[in-house]
């Protein structure tokens, strides 16, 4: 039998996700945005559910070429741009988007050779002093893409810094419609959080949305809100068993460093998962985990391939659970009980996204829904 440990890629969550996020933002198309392999979805394992979206956006370039190979034949946004020159070249073969924020891309463009002019998404930075030109810079760029042959139609972007937090988007957005108020061209400025909490306006939400986290299933602004409240359903659960079970007295000690001492007599579950599945080790002393659906505390430090919880209250009822119980580390029991990845990466001084992203290659992956062709 191999390791226990399995994440579920809930595909019926994916596809309502997206549904959730089209009716926040009823005026805009959608780019489904699926970099760092889908947010450690799986590109391949989300394209049916987004099929729905309007184009994919992601940063590289092979991820771009996983797209193309699934048949998708729609707009693919290269967020970051081109890396160097010739990747114009899979640009035009491909028909790739790419957004154009320093100068040197333009050079780039102004010196490549085809047949078919580019579409490229010019960035400003509103603020977030990541990616884009400065307020000062972005007009002029803006005539120098305009002059080149090389391109064909110029939309216009931004980030929010703070979308998902008080200090909001309005010192953004008010930049970013004054600097661009005569332009033509589309516009995309949203990401989750912004799509959801300032996407009835439409100036905001404006041509294309670009949502990553919500289509997952994370709350674009936890812990202010919840997943639940956004009606958005966890697309992703992390699954293993319990095997091994210790009974602890009053003054022992739980795994490396001995940081947990028990004050009591207490039933330990080991479970076949820790920071080399993804698990993260900063998750402190306390951290929710399910066995069996049930809530049970993180005891001691997460190690490479196992953690600890405590059965101690389980226990009272169930004498014989241990081995072979099922865990959940986050996502949905096999029985329906939710347990937030928002609130596991609270727990560990993170977001959901990293927690995602950071599940590990050696973890058997599974989709649930019926996926492929005829589905
Ligand atoms: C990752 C990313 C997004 C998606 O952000 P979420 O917070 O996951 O919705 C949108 N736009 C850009 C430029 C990004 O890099």
């Given at each position: 039998m191999p390791r226990p440990i399995q994440a579920i890629i809930h595909t019926a969550a994916l596809q309502?996700?997206?549904?959730?996020?089209?009716a926040a933002t009823p005026h805009a198309r959608v780019w489904a945005v699926v970099k760092a392999n889908a947010y450690g979805h799986g590109i391949e394992r989300v394209f049916e559910a987004f099929r729905g979206a309007d184009g994919f956006a992601l940063l590289d370039l092979a991820e771009a070429e996983r797209v193309r190979a699934l048949g998708w034949r729609g707009p693919i946004?290269?967020?970051?741009?081109?890396?160097?020159?010739?990747?114009?070249?899979?640009?035009?073969?491909?028909?790739?988007?790419?957004?154009?924020?320093?100068?040197?891309?333009?050079?780039?463009?102004?010196?490549h050779k085809t047949q078919q002019p580019h579409r490229v998404f010019l960035k400003l930075n509103s603020g977030m002093n990541r990616l884009g030109f400065s307020p000062t810079r972005f007009r002029s760029a803006w005539a120098r893409l305009d002059a080149l042959p090389q391109v064909d139609e110029i939309s216009l972007m931004t980030h929010f810094s703070d979308a998902d937090g008080e200090r909001g988007i309005a010192h953004q957005y008010q930049r970013?419609?004054?600097?661009?108020?005569?332009?033509?061209?589309?516009?995309?400025l949203s990401n989750s959080a912004a799509s959801f909490r300032y996407g009835e306006d439409e100036a905001v939400s404006a041509d294309w949305v670009r949502p990553g986290i919500a289509l997952y299933g994370g709350s674009p602004d936890y812990p202010a809100h919840?997943?639940?409240?956004?009606?958005?359903?966890?697309?992703?659960?992390?699954r293993s068993r319990i095997i091994g079970r210790q009974s602890l007295n009053a003054g022992d000690t739980v795994g490396y460093g001995s940081?947990?001492?028990?004050?009591?007599?207490?039933?330990?579950?080991?479970v076949a998962c820790g920071y080399a599945d993804?698990?993260?080790?900063?998750?402190?002393?306390?951290?929710?985990v399910l066995v069996q659906g049930q809530r049970v505390p993180l005891v001691g430090r997460v190690s490479m391939d196992m953690l600890a919880v405590?059965?101690?209250?389980?226990?009272?009822?169930?004498?014989?659970?241990?081995?072979?119980?099922?865990?959940t580390l986050w996502g949905h029991a096999s029985s329906g009980e939710l347990l937030n990845v928002d609130e596991v990466a609270q727990h560990a001084g993170t977001i959901a996204y990293e927690l995602m992203c950071a599940l590990a290659p050696r973890v058997p992956v599974q989709?649930?829904?019926?996926?492929?062709?005829?589905?």
């Open positions: 309502q996700n997206l549904g959730c996020l089209k946004l290269l967020l970051e741009g081109v890396f160097e020159p010739r990747d114009l070249e899979l640009c035009s073969r491909l028909q790739l988007w790419h957004v154009v924020h320093h100068e040197a891309q333009i050079d780039w463009l102004s010196r970013f419609a004054e600097l661009t108020r005569d332009l033509p061209g589309e516009r995309s919840t997943p639940a409240h956004w009606g958005l359903q966890a697309a992703m659960s992390l940081t947990f001492t028990a004050t009591a007599p207490m039933t330990l579950g080991i993804g698990y993260p080790r900063s998750a402190a002393q306390g951290t929710p405590d059965l101690t209250a389980l226990v009272q009822t169930d004498p014989l659970l241990g081995v072979g119980a099922e865990v989709a649930d829904g019926v996926t492929g062709a005829g589905a």
